[in-house]
Structure formats: structure tokens, C-alpha cells
């Protein structure tokens, strides 16, 4: 079975500082990761995803993820915060072999503090 | 190009009542999602359709819930009897293929169930 975790519930930063949210994963078989990011009453909204190729993803409004396959991890990462990147973020993952519906984590609450 | 849509963005019922939803794709999606977001977790895939075929339901609670997706384009999930553990924020997301797994999916605004 596959499962993704966050290990944190909230991470803070302050506003100028690189941000790091993680997530590490659990598949049989390759990865697709995914993370979405989720503002108050709003639905999900795609950031980026490694499908294959470069370990280093380079998704929207200047977040990126490197995928580590020897630690299984996933983790999105911004070299600057700003105060409008506070929201609930969500990491995603999907067996890329037969069908296997994406499984979520629980999410990270992102506080960006100015 | 257009998002996601779904109607109502709030419904509140009583228990036992019955409630549906509705969702239209982007235009051209073949894959719909339905996944009910618990507060304080993240999404759960209850029924996935390619065009208008289920492709997974097996966390659709059947003996309450169903959905249809006639002629492969909008969906509509429906409650009956709705229970107090069905206070949930329901969305809606579809892509492009889907089946492959490698799909981005959009995510519509989500419906806010309270059931009192």
C-alpha cells in the first residue's frame, strides 16, 4: 500500500527566509509526487510534481521539490517567503505502475510571519 | 480557460436528510474526480470516472452515497441518508487522461457540507 506523510502540522518562517515543508513517501514501485497548496475556502491548487527526469522540480510562484529516492523524500522548498505563501500545503503521491488512486497527506499549515 | 465549477459552494442539513452536488469539469477532461476532505485532513478519492465509466469507487460508502456521471461530462454526488460524520468539504477535481496516473489534477472550489 502506499502512504505519504508530513510530518509537521505548522511549520512558521519569517517573511525573506527559505522555507522548507517535507514529506516523505512509501510506494512499491516509482513515485509521481505531487503538492498542491490550499488557501482558506478554496480548493487545491497544483505547485509542481516529478514525474520523471531531474530530481529537482520547479513548479509555480517560485517553489520547487527535490526528489530524494534513497530517503524517500519529497520536500518543497522557497529560497525566499512571503506572507502570501501562508496556507495549508499537501503532498501527494501515486505508484507509477497499474492503477493506484493519489493518496494525500494531512497537510502542512505554512505561516509566513512579516 | 475555466476552472473546475461546483454548486452549492455551502449546504447545511439535518441528519437523515439528503443532499447532492454538483460539478462540471474543464471542458475536454476525461477523468473526474469526487474526494471528500475531512477538517484537519487531507483529501480522500471516494470515485473516480473516466468519461462516463467508474473507474474506482472502493471508498464510496455505497449504502449512502452515489454519483453519476451521464454522457461523460458533469457529475453529481448525492447523500442519502446524510449522517453526522459526513460534515466534510467535497471536491471535485478532473484532468486530462487520468489513467496514467501522471496527470495534473484541477481542483474545483469544493462544497462545504455541515450536517447538524
Known amino acids: 500500500a502506499q502512504s505519504v506523510a508530513q510530518p509537521e502540522d505548522q511549520v512558521n518562517v519569517a517573511e525573506g527566509n527559505p522555507l522548507t515543508v517535507k514529506c516523505t513517501y512509501s510506494?512499491?514501485?516509482?513515485?509521481?509526487l505531487f503538492w498542491y497548496v490550499q488557501y482558506p475556502n478554496r480548493g487545491l491548487q497544483f505547485l509542481l510534481k516529478?514525474?520523471?527526469?531531474?530530481?529537482l522540480v520547479k513548479g509555480s510562484y517560485g517553489f520547487e521539490a527535490e526528489f530524494n529516492k534513497s530517503q524517500t523524500s519529497f520536500h518543497l522548498k522557497k529560497p525566499s517567503a512571503l506572507v502570501s505563501d501562508s496556507a495549508l500545503y499537501f503532498c501527494?503521491?501515486?505508484?507509477?505502475?497499474?492503477?493506484?488512486?493519489?493518496?494525500f497527506g494531512t497537510g502542512t499549515k505554512l505561516q509566513v510571519i512579516p | 480557460e475555466a476552472g473546475v465549477a461546483q454548486s452549492p459552494r455551502y449546504k447545511i442539513i439535518e441528519k437523515r436528510q439528503s443532499v447532492a452536488f454538483w460539478c462540471n469539469p474543464i471542458?475536454?477532461?476525461?477523468?473526474l474526480y469526487w474526494y471528500q476532505q475531512i477538517l484537519g485532513q487531507g483529501p480522500k478519492l471516494l470515485i473516480q470516472?473516466?468519461?462516463?465509466?467508474?473507474?474506482?469507487d472502493s471508498q464510496l460508502p455505497k449504502d449512502r452515497f452515489s454519483a453519476e456521471r451521464l454522457k461523460g461530462v458533469d457529475s453529481t454526488l448525492k447523500i442519502q441518508p446524510a449522517k453526522l460524520e459526513d460534515s466534510a468539504v467535497y471536491l471535485c477535481?478532473?484532468?486530462?487522461?487520468?489513467?496514467?496516473?501522471?496527470?495534473?489534477?484541477?481542483f474545483g472550489p469544493g462544497t462545504r457540507l455541515t450536517v447538524l
Open positions: 471542458s475536454g477532461h476525461a477523468t
Open positions: 477535481a478532473s484532468s486530462a487522461q487520468g489513467l496514467t496516473g501522471r496527470d495534473t489534477q484541477y
Open positions: 470516472f473516466q468519461n462516463n465509466g467508474v473507474v474506482d
Open positions: 516529478y514525474i520523471t527526469g531531474d530530481n
Open positions: 510506494v512499491s514501485g516509482n513515485p509521481y
Open positions: 501527494a503521491v501515486r505508484d507509477a505502475g497499474g492503477y493506484q488512486k493519489v493518496t
